[in-house]
């Protein structure tokens, strides 16, 4: 694992340490068991793309990004764009994130579904995911490695719905065996964090049959979502190009239209159907 990769995922163990000693296993994973509804992310896919829209105050390649983010206040007016879900970055050190984000996106997004975006590692991390209001939850192969097929089946447990993160060919058929409903696939390389777009032109013929697919990374315009939504995209991660603009729900319209004037749309979509 390269040094900046390895130094979020110690990170990440660090802070998960300190609340593991703060609420034990066993009182979260009871809290988490007790509700197991969850809100489906096909049922918010409209005809044409879906757009996850992302709750992200920083990274460790561009740095602060939106720092002074209300995140109940920006998950509304995801919801008024017209987004399929909500991401929320939850890492603190390194993407500013908080699990208090996710839980006020989730009480701001009505009954849109919520993902939870972070480097889990372990159950405790799924349960607390299920406490704080998630519906899905980011697994990344290539932190996770062989224990992604065990975390797929656990995620299931909490009524959490797994999000299965690749990035080349070896985590794909990885993602594969482990079950996954949702692949994500990355643009983004976790170890230089250059950004490739033919990562996700490569990747989605090799997609598990009946999986929905999600590109990730490096998407900022309509030409950019149609392109791979023609190739077989189902939805798209959309962080920065959102949380920039100051009209997140024009640049969500913006996205899947290639307009921002809500009336407008209808007139400008023109998507292929999918094949049966």
């Known amino acids: 694992m390269a040094q900046h990769l390895s130094r979020i995922v110690s990170a990440v163990r660090e802070e998960l340490a300190e609340r593991k000693a703060a609420v034990p296993f066993p009182e979260i994973a009871d809290n988490a068991r007790a509700d197991q509804s969850r809100r489906d992310i096909r049922n918010f896919l409209r005809e044409g793309p879906g757009i996850i829209a992302e709750i992200k105050r920083a990274s460790p390649s561009r740095g602060w990004i939106r720092k002074d983010l209300d995140a109940a206040g920006i998950a509304r007016s995801y919801?008024?764009?017209?987004?399929?879900?909500?991401?929320?970055?939850?890492?603190?050190?390194?993407?500013?994130?908080?699990?208090?984000?996710?839980?006020?996106?989730?009480?701001?997004?009505?009954?849109?579904?919520?993902?939870?975006?972070?480097?889990?590692?372990?159950?405790?991390?799924?349960?607390?995911?299920?406490?704080?209001?998630?519906?899905?939850?980011?697994?990344?192969?290539?932190?996770?490695?062989?224990?992604?097929?065990?975390?797929?089946?656990?995620?299931?447990?909490?009524?959490?719905?797994?999000?299965?993160?690749?990035?080349?060919?070896?985590?794909?058929?990885?993602?594969?065996?482990?079950?996954?409903?949702?692949?994500?696939?990355?643009?983004?390389?976790l170890v230089s964090l250059r950004v490739d777009p033919d990562t996700a032109a490569r990747l989605i013929p090799l997609s598990p049959s009946g999986a929905l697919k999600v590109v990730e990374s490096g998407i900022s315009s309509h030409a950019e979502v149609k392109r791979f939504y023609d190739m077989g995209a189902d939805a798209f991660l959309v962080g920065e190009a959102i949380v920039r603009s100051p009209d997140a729900a024009g640049t969500i319209r913006m996205l899947r239209s290639g307009v921002y004037n809500k009336e407008s749309e209808k007139e400008r979509i023109e998507w292929k159907p999918r094949s049966s």
């Open 79 to 189: 919801v008024s764009g017209g987004a399929c879900a909500v991401s929320v970055l939850t890492e603190n050190r390194f993407f500013g994130g908080s699990l208090r984000d996710l839980s006020e996106a989730r009480a701001a997004c009505g009954d849109l579904p919520v993902l939870r975006k972070d480097f889990v590692l372990d159950e405790y991390m799924l349960a607390e995911s299920r406490v704080n209001g998630a519906d899905l939850v980011l697994l990344i192969v290539g932190v996770l490695g062989r224990k992604t097929a065990e975390m797929v089946r656990r995620a299931a447990e909490y009524g959490l719905e797994p999000l299965v993160e690749v990035h080349d060919e070896e985590e794909m058929r990885v993602a594969a065996d482990s079950g996954a409903t949702i692949v994500g696939i990355n643009n983004r390389d």
